[in-house]
């Protein structure tokens, strides 16, 4: 287990519908990064959160949206929800303290299974 | 299109087999990491590979960074049921943790 928990664990949602889902990161992990993960297929990067602003964003539209909070939890919203939002989506923490000089490891939470009708 | 290609796609062997998975991209990447997820789990990091030529042993797993750091390959030796899982093989582009991930090997292997 790594420490990092998300909610909700399944989400049924129908098109057009808004959702958030949350992250909260292991302690002492500054750094917040969200991916979707549709069936089959490796995670995809959407963006990442450090010190409460996104810091690299992968290639999702704008209605992809998020938030990192002074305790380093995290939200990933997702406006107008379309069927190809049907996926697994993960957020992973990293501890990094000296940013961009050393290598850290990624902790994964379980994911939020999201449906979209 | 992948920036990173797995294959095989499937695997399905016996216990005992040994096996080769491997992880191709024409991008280089700073570093490239190895996770195994299983069902219902996110992803968990099995090693991290850095150097071009790199060579990591862990216990049954052997991982290879190549030369030029654009594909690596993961080694099982005597497979167990317990190696059953989808591998990933995810690439870093430069600082920042941005990674991109390939889509994956599923490994079966039956007692």
């Known amino acids: 287990e790594t420490g990092v928990t998300q909610s909700p664990t399944h989400l049924i949602k129908t098109r057009g519908q808004q959702v958030t889902l949350r992250c909260s990161s292991q302690s002492g992990h500054n750094t917040v990064s969200w991916y979707q993960q549709a069936l089959g297929q490796g995670p995809q990067f959407i963006f990442q959160?450090?010190?409460?602003?996104?810091?690299g964003r992968g290639n999702f539209p704008p209605r992809f949206s998020g938030l990192q909070f002074p305790n380093y939890s995290s939200e990933l919203n997702v406006n107008a929800l379309e069927l190809d939002d049907s996926a697994l989506y993960l957020c992973?923490?990293?501890?990094?303290?000296?940013?961009?000089?050393?290598?850290?490891?990624?902790?994964f939470g379980p994911g939020t299974r999201l449906l979209v009708l | 299109t992948q920036l990173l290609e797995q294959s095989p796609q499937f695997l399905s062997i016996q216990e005992g087999e040994n096996l080769t998975v491997y992880c191709n991209s024409s991008s280089v990447f700073s570093s490239l990491q190895w996770y195994r997820q299983e069902p219902g789990e996110g992803p968990v990091l099995l090693v991290t590979v850095v150097t071009g030529g790199e060579v990591k042993k862990l216990k049954r797993l052997t991982f290879q960074f190549g030369d030029a750091r654009k594909d690596s390959s993961l080694h099982i030796t005597a497979a167990q049921p317990g190696d059953t899982g989808l591998y990933l093989c995810a690439g870093e582009r430069g600082y920042g943790q941005n990674f991109v991930f390939g889509p994956g090997t599923r490994l079966s292997v039956l007692p």
């Open positions: 992973a923490s990293t501890p990094i303290s000296l940013r961009g000089f050393e290598q850290e490891t990624q902790y």
């Open positions: 959160y450090y010190r409460e602003e996104e810091n």
